[in-house]
């Protein structure tokens, strides 16, 4: 079964770091761009990041540029997202999906970023 | 950025009748590929958001053929021919072709 599960979410201050993990199952990870997604309470989507199937070309929103880095471990079939900076508008829930297309998501790990 | 434009914001169905959701981008989202990556997503209450339809028309797999998404250039649209209680949800449509990629606000669909 195609899974993904992202995990590191938690309660963070404005100004502190979280790393959220995204591991996947089920397919050859490796093949497969990786996107991450996030939804602030109540809101609609909004794409963050993405990163090629080697890593060698990665695209951000422009909100979190200079703030956030995307990574991938293929040994590990893992997702990464480091996340600096972090300020209350980056509160949400952060969904891995794969590929551009996002034909597969997970569950979600919640950030909540305040004082 | 190319923004999209959903409506209705909200639509409220009867039991069996057909619902409609348009979408519009601000700019073409033909790629220089010749590919329209145009997608549609279902977020059910309290779900993960799932893919329906890629690349304007494509149903994924395991998805319903009562759902079918049409269109092209800057205007596209998600049918449902039949409503069900279980396609209650917000509906999102996603563009591919340019960077970065951007989602539409989101129809909410409820039944009346």
């Known amino acids: 079964e195609v899974q993904l599960v992202e995990s590191g979410g938690g309660l963070v201050q404005p100004g502190g770091s979280l790393r959220l993990s995204c591991a996947a199952s089920?397919?050859?990870?490796?093949?497969?761009?990786m996107s991450w997604v996030r939804q602030a309470p109540g809101k609609g989507l909004e794409w963050v990041a993405n990163i090629k199937q080697d890593g060698s070309e990665k695209y951000y929103v422009d909100s979190v540029k200079g703030r956030f880095t995307i990574s991938r471990d293929n040994a590990k079939n893992s997702l990464y997202l480091q996340m600096n900076s972090l300020r209350a508008e980056d509160t949400a829930v952060y969904y891995c999906a794969r590929d551009l297309s996002m034909d597969v998501w997970g569950k979600g790990t919640t950030v909540t970023v305040s004082s | 950025d190319v923004v999209m434009t959903q409506s209705p914001l909200s639509l409220p169905v009867t039991l069996g009748q057909p619902a409609s959701i348009s979408c519009r981008s601000s700019?073409?989202?033909?790629?220089?590929?010749?590919?329209?990556?145009l997608n549609w997503f279902q977020q059910r209450p309290g779900q993960s958001p799932r893919r329906l339809i890629y690349k304007v028309s494509n149903r994924d797999s395991g998805v319903p053929d009562r759902f079918s998404g049409s269109g092209s250039g800057t205007d596209f649209t998600l049918k449902i021919s039949r409503v069900e209680a279980e396609d209650v949800g917000v509906y999102y449509c996603m563009q591919g072709t340019h960077w970065p990629l951007t989602f539409g606000g989101g129809t909410k669909v409820e039944i009346k």
């Open positions: 089920g397919f050859t990870f490796s093949s497969y761009w």
């Open positions: 700019q073409s989202l033909v790629h220089s590929d010749g590919n329209t990556y």
